[in-house]
Every structure is written in C-alpha cells, then in structure tokens.
C-alpha cells in the first residue's frame, strides 16, 4: 500500500487545515486509516484513527474536538480536518493504514504501511 499525504502548510493559530491522504491500494476500504505527527526532537505521536466503514474512531486527548478524521472509500482516501490550530500541533504529519482496528493502532502506535510526511507549521 503506497500512501500520498497533501495539505500541509504555514498557518497562524486559530486557523484550519484540511490534510489529505491517498491510498494507491483497491482494497483501502479493509483497512484501518490513521494520522501520526513528529515534531523535531520529539517522539512520534498518535493523532486519530478511523475504522474500515468510518464510524469507529479514535482521537489523541491533545487533539479531540479539534482534529476530525473521516474517509471516503469510493476515494480511497482519508482526511484529517484541524481546527483551532495551536503551535504545538507543529510537526509533520504522516498517514498510515493498518489491519487492525482504531483502538490497537491508538493504543500500540503501529501501523502496517506508512506514507511520506507532510508539515503542518502553526505560527503564534
């Protein structure tokens, strides 16, 4: 599963973006879709999840009521939706797909296949 992750950008707090991830994969509909960031110096960190039919997702504290993961499967593609953006969300942003469901990926960080980054800069 190849994955091509888009949207990022330079922000200023309280502002939006939307990211978006295409998977080249015909099956993208069985997997398990899932957003991760890494800010410099720091560990990779868990964003959100969201399950094989879009209903079941899982959110990072740090970001829930914010950030909103939805797919749309007919393109293969997931997106990530962040609002109120902080300077803290600054970092790059990687998409991943996985076999599992949205808790284990939250829970264990993991994921089977994961794409090139895309940075997301929030200035204050």
């Known amino acids: 599963v190849q994955l091509q992750a888009s949207g990022g950008g330079l922000v200023q707090a309280g502002g939006s973006l939307r990211l978006s991830c295409e998977a080249s994969?015909?099956?993208?509909?069985?997997?398990?879709m899932a957003w991760f960031r890494q800010a410099p110096g720091k560990e990779r960190e868990f964003v959100a999840a969201?399950?094989?039919?879009?209903?079941?997702?899982n959110y990072a504290d740090s970001v829930k009521g914010r950030f909103t993961i939805s797919r749309e499967n007919a393109k293969n593609t997931v997106y990530l939706e962040m609002n109120s953006l902080k300077p803290e969300d600054t970092a790059v942003y990687h998409c991943?797909?996985?076999?599992?469901?949205?808790?284990?990926?939250?829970?264990?960080?993991?994921?089977?296949?994961w794409g090139k980054g895309t940075q997301v800069t929030v200035s204050s």
């Open positions: 991943a797909a996985d076999r599992t469901g949205p808790n284990i990926v939250a829970r264990y960080r993991r994921a089977d296949y």
């Open positions: 994969e015909r099956a993208f509909g069985r997997y398990t």
């Open positions: 969201v399950g094989w039919t879009g209903t079941n997702t």
